[in-house]
């Protein structure tokens, strides 16, 4: 005697979904198929399809997207050098301000 589908999903803690999913069904035979090895009654084969559709919808939405392209660098303008790094602009800056002479007070 088979067992209702309802009983079958419950106790394996499956779905129409995931179970056309493990088996690879393509159809409801396909489907039924798969059950009847288990000895089960299978669901309505409207609510079957309603499944197999949603699959059959994410796997064409599901295209392979482009690899991205790099980017071209043009070499040796002024973009493509690098400028200087904070630290070397602080050292410059003391190195100046070191070298200037500082004015001298006047004397009354």
């Keep these: 005697m088979p067992v209702p589908w309802e009983y079958y999903a419950k106790r394996h803690d499956t779905n129409v979904e995931e179970f056309i999913h493990k088996n690879e069904c393509k159809?409801?035979?396909?489907?039924?198929?798969?059950?009847?090895?288990g000895d089960v009654s299978p669901p309505s084969k409207k609510e079957v399809d309603l499944c197999l559709s949603g699959i059959r919808e994410l796997e064409a939405a599901a295209k392979p997207r482009p690899r991205p392209t790099a980017k071209k660098v043009a070499l040796g303008t002024a973009s493509a050098s690098p400028s200087p790094s904070r630290h070397a602009i602080r050292k410059a800056k003391a190195k100046r301000t070191k070298t200037e002479k500082k004015p001298e007070k006047k004397s009354e």
């Design 27 to 37: 159809s409801y035979e396909d489907f039924c198929a798969s059950l009847n090895c």
